[in-house]
């Protein structure tokens, strides 16, 4: 299972850190990433990372979001810096083996956490 956590409320131009927990699993063996769904809006990449491998990150938060993991609390993060109201949804985040080609796409994953809501106001 996973546990996402650590959303909230913020100001624009504010961080958050996301946290994603694993329990029955072990991380070190999957790709795990972020996803986000925003009102109205299908569910959308954010980031992702596996072990041995360069992250990933949606071309809206390159600069901005940075994905790591701590495989010994077996927990993987999202820090999210420079956050704009566009940036306001709930945030996801999953797991599995996937190729690599196939890391935005949400259907390719089995593991999901219950999404914590993250809202910039502006």
């Known amino acids: 299972q996973l546990q996402a956590s650590g959303g909230g409320l913020v100001q624009a131009g504010g961080s958050l850190r996301l946290s994603c927990a694993a329990s029955g699993l072990s991380l070190r063996d999957y790709t795990t990433s972020w996803f986000r769904q925003a009102p109205g809006k299908e569910r959308e990449f954010v980031a992702a990372?596996?072990?041995?491998?360069?992250?990933a990150y949606a071309d809206s938060v390159k600069g901005r979001y940075i994905i790591s993991r701590d495989f010994a609390k077996n927990t993987v993060y999202l820090q999210m810096d420079s956050l704009k109201p566009e940036d306001t949804a709930v945030y996801y985040c999953?797991?599995?083996?996937?190729?690599?080609?196939?890391?935005?796409?949400?259907?390719?994953?089995?593991?999901w956490g219950q999404g914590t809501l993250v809202t910039v106001s502006s």
């Open positions: 990372t596996r072990s041995s491998a360069y992250p």
């Open positions: 999953a797991t599995a083996r996937v190729v690599r080609s196939s890391w935005p796409d949400p259907q390719q994953y089995l593991y």
